[in-house]
């Protein structure tokens, strides 16, 4: 059974740095096709993608926010974190982490998702 | 990068049939993928690929893609349908892939 868990600080203030985990189990990152990936929603907004990680160590981002992301894994800790840096209360939102099979192109688990609001 | 277009609300009386939509140059090389969200909670995939639902999806969703339209489609609406419902594709536009959401549709059960 696959199950994700994003875990990191409820409170930033404007231009510090957002670190985020994931912890997963269920599979790992290490096997061919398998990905992680974090996608936001701010409160009352749409969903949007942020990065992605794959089992080959290959790294996505989004092309608008792709200066201030980095993605990156710990594959025996079974865990990908998300480094967001300057921080801006339009940042403010709920930030999930996924799992994603190449093959089939979708996200197919979530995280229960973590609420991160920035505030001075 | 590219965009996906979803009416921003949709509604449909009870035991009736629903079609939601996406429009974006992305699903004219890759497949929408279908997410339902209830309030306070994570999206849940209901359909992906060219027509496949999770276990535990409900026969009553299906997917469906002609050109640069994807389509959600409930047969048969129940009011635990009630919902925003989101698209997302990958996009290589520019040379770079990643990946996109739609900006939701509101479903109402009426």
């Known amino acids: 059974q696959v199950t994700l868990r994003e875990s990191g600080p409820a409170l930033v203030k404007p231009t510090q740095t957002l670190t985020l985990t994931c912890t997963f189990s269920?599979?790992?990152?290490?096997?061919?096709?398998?990905?992680v990936s974090w996608i936001r929603q701010p409160p009352g907004k749409a969903l949007e993608w942020l990065a992605l990680?794959?089992?080959?160590?290959?790294?996505y981002y989004s092309t608008s926010l792709k200066t201030r992301l980095t993605i990156s894994k710990d594959t025996s800790k079974n865990q990908v974190v998300l480094t967001m840096t300057n921080m801006d209360p339009v940042d403010t939102a709920t930030y999930y982490c996924?799992?994603?099979?190449?093959?089939?192109?979708?996200?197919?688990?979530w995280g229960q998702g973590t609420l991160v609001t920035v505030s001075s | 990068s590219s965009e996906l277009t979803q009416d921003p609300a949709v509604s449909v009386a009870l035991g009736q049939t629903v079609r939601i939509t996406c429009q974006g140059d992305s699903l004219r090389s890759y497949y929408a993928s279908w997410y339902q969200q209830k309030p306070g909670q994570a999206p849940v995939l209901v359909i992906y690929?060219?027509?496949n639902r999770p276990s535990g999806i409900p026969d009553r969703f299906s997917g469906s893609s002609s050109g640069n339209t994807a389509s959600l489609t409930i047969t048969g609406a129940q009011a635990e349908d009630e919902a925003d419902y989101y698209c997302n594709s990958r996009d290589s536009s520019g040379n770079h892939l990643n990946w996109v959401f739609g900006g939701g549709t509101k479903l109402t059960v009426l």
């Open positions: 690929g060219k027509n």
């Open positions: 990680i794959d089992w080959d160590d290959d790294k």
């Open positions: 996924a799992h994603l099979i190449v093959g089939a192109g979708a996200f197919d688990y």
């Open positions: 269920g599979f790992s990152l290490s096997t061919s096709g398998m990905c």
